[in-house]
């Protein structure tokens, strides 16, 4: 099992930025998907970007050409990069880890059930 801390949430204008980062530590898996959810109130969770242990990335519609979602490995550390960023943008956002033969499919469909590690999220308020 992986554990997850995420950090750097806040409350931002409109147009702002915000780097939100997830460190990992526990077990290592050799392949894996790395993601970030999020989860508005009154609403269902949401995939927003995903990242397996080849670097390929996968993004929700609604946040293509706005977020970036990186890793460290040097640091154990996955990030988030918003840019842009909307009111509808404001959620609690929660990292998550599948390193079990699910990997695979968890990047491509990013669905929350997918994913057996979750942090305790972050949250992230935009103003208009």
């Known amino acids: 099992q992986v554990q997850l801390v995420e950090s750097g949430g806040g409350s931002v204008q409109a147009g702002g930025s915000l780097r939100l980062s997830c460190a990992t530590s526990?077990?290592?898996?050799?392949?894996?998907?790395m993601g970030w959810f999020r989860q508005a109130p009154g609403k269902e969770r949401e995939g927003v970007a995903t990242i397996d242990s080849g670097r390929i990335t996968n993004y929700a519609d609604s946040v293509k050409g706005r977020f970036t979602i990186s890793k460290d490995n040097t640091k154990n550390t996955l990030y988030l990069q918003m840019n842009s960023l909307k009111p509808e943008d404001t959620a609690m956002y929660y990292c998550?880890?599948?390193?079990?033969?699910?990997?695979?499919?968890?990047?491509?469909?990013?669905?929350?059930?997918?994913?057996?590690?979750w942090g305790q999220g972050t949250q992230v308020t935009v103003s208009a």
């Open positions: 526990g077990n290592i898996y050799s392949r894996y998907c």
């Open positions: 998550a880890a599948e390193g079990g033969q699910g990997w695979y499919r968890a990047c491509r469909i990013l669905r929350g059930a997918d994913f057996a590690d």
